[in-house]
């Protein structure tokens, strides 16, 4: 066979004709896959110029002739994490088969919001539904004089939302709230463990290094080596109520849990209303809509009653051995309000606070300025806690956060209790 004729020369150039006649000047591959980038962005993808650029060059090595090709090499260069997979193939099928897939996409969102919640389509389906109508390009408006307004005795919005109660917010408000959750960081205090790390510089002297250094010099000692303890921040375990009382809080505050749970390990997360659910490994999921859908899955008591001590025997007996080592700091996140009255509250909570290092509990119903204790619950929870907080609105969200950097800050707690 000669060269001219081989099967594989043939098919090769073929592509290169190919591939260089839709990247060309005149071609439009190139503004549709910027818009395609512009899509998955939308969609929540973390996508940049840098993979618009990397699907360019992938096409250039694939037939686009074949639809299969192209979808295996734009998902291998532009997706990084495999729970975004489902989200690039259902936009990949809608965006490069039908032009007028905008209309369609907000046909069926608009369809979907008429549907029963238990019909509704996955969150992956409704962020894509949204992300396609955003294409629709909107009317611009008319051109009118810019109203003045009087300044001088009004407050920016950023700081009116900082000091709104969670259960006061319309839902485009919420929104804005979950996103600055998201962006909360929770420096807890480091502990000294057990373990020692090498380190030049420090307090203690390491003789068995020391004199395993001296052998490559023949026994004698040049250096003396020094090590120092190793800090690490200690686990955080979190119990939250998700009774009807506490359901709007709850929703808010799984945002807050989800978001810490990101950001560092020996995060623990349980909800608690009739029984107690262990929901770690849910929000352990970056894609926070994912991870919320997971946990609706298996908690099947949101916006129940509540049986508060039950569930933290139930919590003491099954978990604290395993979560609550190593000086564990647990938040515990109920306004207090047991159906069973004060039943056996006083002995799980006490039990609950010998087995950690910080108790703080977050109560809703302390942001009333006359807030008093009078629940039985309340009253036989309270002396066994080291903190009681507020938790309603993202500044006692912001001062948890500096009480939990705070290493002095649960002996001062524990003596105002």
Request: with cysteine; aromatic share 6%; hydrophobic share 40%.
């Amino acid at each position: 066979m000669t060269p001219d004729r081989d099967p594989s020369r043939i098919i090769g150039a073929a592509q290169a004709r190919a591939a260089g006649a839709a990247l060309a000047p005149g071609g439009h591959l190139a503004d549709n896959l910027l818009a395609f980038t512009r899509l998955l962005r939308r969609t929540g993808l973390p996508l940049g110029p840098g993979e618009a650029i990397a699907g360019l060059e992938a096409l250039t090595q694939v037939d686009i002739a074949d639809r299969r090709q192209v979808h295996a090499a734009l998902r291998a260069v532009m997706v990084h994490r495999r729970e975004h997979f489902e989200i690039f193939d259902q936009a990949f099928q809608l965006f490069w088969r039908d032009p007028e897939a905008a209309a369609h996409a907000a046909a069926m969102a608009l369809m979907d919001a008429n549907k029963p919640k238990d019909e509704k389509a996955p969150p992956v389906s409704r962020r894509l539904a949204e992300a396609m109508q955003g294409d629709k390009p909107k009317p611009p408006k008319p051109a009118e004089e810019p109203p003045q307004h009087d300044m001088t005795f009004t407050v920016s919005e950023r700081e009116r939302l900082q000091q709104m109660d969670f259960e006061a917010m319309s839902a485009a408000e919420i929104a804005e709230a979950k996103q600055a959750i998201r962006r909360l960081t929770l420096p807890l205090d480091e502990q000294r463990t057990r373990r020692f790390r090498p380190d030049p510089f420090g307090p203690v002297a390491d003789l068995r290094a020391t004199v395993r250094e001296s052998l490559r010099t023949g026994g004698e000692i040049l250096d003396l080596e020094r090590r120092r303890r190793v800090t690490r921040p200690p686990p955080l375990v979190a119990l939250c109520d998700i009774s009807g009382s506490m359901s709007r809080y709850a929703q808010i505050l799984l945002h807050f849990l989800h978001a810490v749970a990101n950001d560092r390990d020996r995060v623990h997360t349980f909800l608690f209303g009739t029984r107690l659910t262990n929901v770690t490994r849910q929000l352990r999921h970056r894609d926070p809509e994912v991870a919320f859908e997971m946990v609706s899955h298996i908690v099947p008591d949101w916006s129940g009653g509540t049986r508060i001590g039950e569930s933290l025997a139930l919590f003491n007996r099954l978990w604290g051995r395993r979560v609550l080592g190593q000086g564990a700091v647990v938040l515990l996140i109920t306004d207090g309000l047991d159906r069973e009255g004060a039943k056996g509250l006083a002995e799980a909570t006490e039990r609950l606070r010998g087995s950690c290092r910080r108790l703080i509990w977050l109560n809703p119903l302390l942001r009333f300025s006359g807030f008093q204790p009078k629940s039985q619950g309340i009253r036989a929870m309270l002396p066994h806690v080291d903190d009681f907080r507020p938790v309603h609105n993202l500044n006692s969200l912001r001062d948890l956060v500096a009480t939990l950097s705070d290493p002095h800050a649960a002996q001062r707690g524990r003596m105002a209790a």
